[in-house]
């Protein structure tokens, strides 16, 4: 029979989990598999986006490929632009395209999907559909309390001292003195996002009910900070707790200089430096006025991979985006 490409639903959980399972080559007790996790990444209400974000083919009643999506709303030349991020993309290996079906299937719902390292599944298929390049994105990090990043991240063996020696001089690293009269205050707040900055990489567009919705995440301590200058509110940072390592998940500014995320990583490290649970930060972006503040700021930028885009149409222009974390599952991942 035809596949049946359709929305899922809460009732298909069970037959979800097993499928993913054993796609991924995981065990079904597998904290991506949490079913509270699933229930939050696949069908919680987002007051965001209203729509399914879940989708499978099935053949004869039987799962043989899933995508959940994360969407997301650009703000470009050409006008709004909506696209998503396929995660826990999976397809029944013995189904010959169906990873790609479902891709194709997706893709009509949207202006454009995005795309970033992925499964090894992933990353052989993208080269061959069409993606193309937009941009760098930019990892860095930086140890908070190198002993205890030394032991948590790795099982102990001959290479630990050299692991934790490599650690601690990077802990020990100055920082630059911190920006004057720039602070956090915890609180999503009540003032909405502003509009873009004309003439500058556009970043996704949030509201509100994305990070009350972010704020649910069960497998992540999630805290978003109204960025205040001399007292004004002058954007928003979320931070993410997950095993000891504090993410700058999303740093959303009315001003997307390289000294205001100077200024805003640097309130991160503040953060993380008060919080005992968390060893190391990390943070991720994709243009350099943001690559910039973080290095100013005191992280190290480690690697860099690249940012793909694939168009619905050829009328959808393809264009480089500040990509962070809150843009894809890096919010929860282990």
């Not at 929305?7 to 597998?30: C, G, I, K, N």
């Not at 397809?91 to 194709?104: H, Q, Y």
């Not at 002993?147 to 020696?165: G, M, N, S």
Request: with cysteine.
């Amino acid at each position: 029979m035809k596949p049946v490409f359709r929305a899922t639903t809460v009732e298909d959980a069970p037959q979800l989990t097993a499928f993913l399972a054993r796609a991924f080559s995981a065990d079904p007790q597998s904290e991506f598999l949490r079913p509270d996790l699933l229930h939050w990444k696949l069908w919680a209400a987002r007051e965001d986006y209203s729509g399914p974000r879940s989708y499978v083919l099935e053949r004869d009643g039987e799962i043989v490929a899933h995508s959940g999506i994360w969407p997301l709303t650009l703000e470009t030349k050409a006008g709004l632009l909506r696209g998503c991020h396929m995660f826990d993309w999976a397809s029944d290996a013995r189904v010959l395209g169906a990873g790609v079906s479902i891709l194709r299937k997706v893709l009509q719902m949207f202006d454009f999907l995005y795309a970033n390292g992925g499964s090894d599944m992933t990353r052989k298929i993208i080269p061959s559909i069409g993606f193309q390049k937009v941009g760098d994105v930019w990892f860095a990090e930086r140890p908070i309390r190198p002993l205890q990043q030394t032991l948590v991240r790795r099982p102990l063996d001959w290479k630990t001292p050299a692991r934790f020696a490599r650690n601690a001089m990077r802990a020990s690293r100055p920082l630059a003195a911190a920006p004057e009269g720039w602070s956090l205050q915890e609180g999503i707040g009540e003032q909405e996002f502003p509009s873009p900055v004309a003439g500058t990489v556009p970043s996704a567009l949030r509201s509100l009910g994305f990070l009350r919705y972010l704020e649910q995440c069960p497998s992540a301590q999630i805290r978003v900070f109204q960025v205040l200058k001399d007292g004004r509110s002058v954007g928003r940072i979320a931070l993410s707790l997950v095993h000891h390592q504090l993410r700058v998940i999303g740093t959303w500014l009315n001003d997307p200089s390289p000294e205001a995320h100077r200024a805003a990583y640097h309130l991160a490290l503040r953060v993380a430096k008060v919080t005992d649970s968390a060893f190391q930060i990390v943070a991720m972006g994709s243009t350099p006025d943001s690559e910039r503040g973080a290095r100013a700021a005191g992280l190290r930028v480690d690697s860099h991979t690249s940012l793909l885009w694939l168009s619905a149409k050829a009328s959808v222009p393809a264009t480089a985006f500040e990509f962070q974390m809150a843009d894809n599952d890096s919010i929860f991942l282990p």
